[in-house]
T-cell receptor, first 120, second 117 residues
Framework: GAVVSQHPSRVICKSGTSVKIECRSLDFQATTMFWYRQFPKQSLMLMATSNEGSKATYEQGVEKDKFLINHASLTLSTLTVTSAHPEDSSFYIC????????????????FGPGTRLTVT | AQKVTQAQTEISVVEKEDVTLDCVYETRDTTYYLFWYKQPPSGELVFLIRRNSFDEQNEISGRYSWNFQKSTSSFNFTITASQVVDSAVYFCALRGLVIQGAQKLVFGQGTRLTINP
């Protein structure tokens, strides 16, 4: 149980186009979802936190108009990179957390497998 | 503010050696959780362990063991008899109580572990 999926796993797009990444909690309701970005050989950097039905809270320095996050349901959140540029190339990881006790622990956070975005 | 420091950027050992990954944290919370994650080359984060601040018992799981010392704010991870499959980046992370508004996991910079045959 407690599986988080991401789609696509890899995407290559041209500069100036927009890319949407989906994050789904497959067997639990995710009241909170997190989006991270990870550059090569670096740690995970939190981009934003979203609660279902609410606007996402972005971390300092993250452009909310460029990285659009939608968390319209308890099992799906999307990250859209608008007008992507080569510097947006990165590994994007989503994470989902339920409000109920899962696996014996409350507020457990589960990570998706990541999406590797390459902007050419 | 919360902070996690993994001072070892990279470690390289020969297979079957024991290796310890260090993690030092800072927090003003009295209740908090510590985590270790493994990130193999595929990129997916693999959860290894969660420890709450009230449980200082060391834990062993197969070849893995964890040493939590509140007095030194450390939560070190040891792999015994390392194997090539243990090669990965390992992250230590810290989080406060969600009900107190601590939503975020704070990650260390990670330690890249290479096990050579």
């Amino acid at each position: 149980g407690a599986v988080v999926s991401q789609h696509p796993s890899r995407v290559i797009c041209k500069s100036g186009t927009s890319v949407k990444i989906e994050c789904r909690s497959l067997d639990f309701q995710a009241t909170t979802m997190f989006w991270y970005r990870q550059f090569p050989k670096q740690s995970l950097m939190l981009m934003a936190t979203s609660n279902e039905g609410s606007k996402a809270t972005y971390e300092q320095g993250v452009e909310k108009d460029k990285f659009l996050i939608n968390h319209a349901s308890l099992t799906l959140s999307t990250l859209t990179v608008t007008s992507a540029h080569p510097e947006d190339s990165s590994f994007y990881i989503c994470s989902a957390r339920g409000a109920l006790v899962l696996a014996g622990q409350p507020y457990e956070q589960y990570f998706g497998p990541g999406t590797r975005l390459t902007v050419t | 503010a919360q902070k996690v420091t993994q001072a070892q950027t990279e470690i390289s050992v020969v297979e079957k050696e024991d290796v310890t990954l260090d993690c030092v944290y800072e927090t003003r919370d009295t209740t908090y959780y510590l985590f270790w994650y493994k990130q193999p080359p595929s990129g997916e984060l693999v959860f290894l362990i969660r420890r709450n601040s009230f449980d200082e018992q060391n834990e062993i799981s197969g070849r893995y063991s964890w040493n939590f010392q509140k007095s030194t704010s450390s939560f070190n991870f040891t792999i015994t008899a390392s194997q090539v499959v243990d090669s990965a980046v390992y992250f230590c992370a810290l989080r406060g109580l969600v009900i107190q508004g601590a939503q975020k996991l704070v990650f260390g910079q990670g330690t890249r572990l290479t096990i050579n045959p």
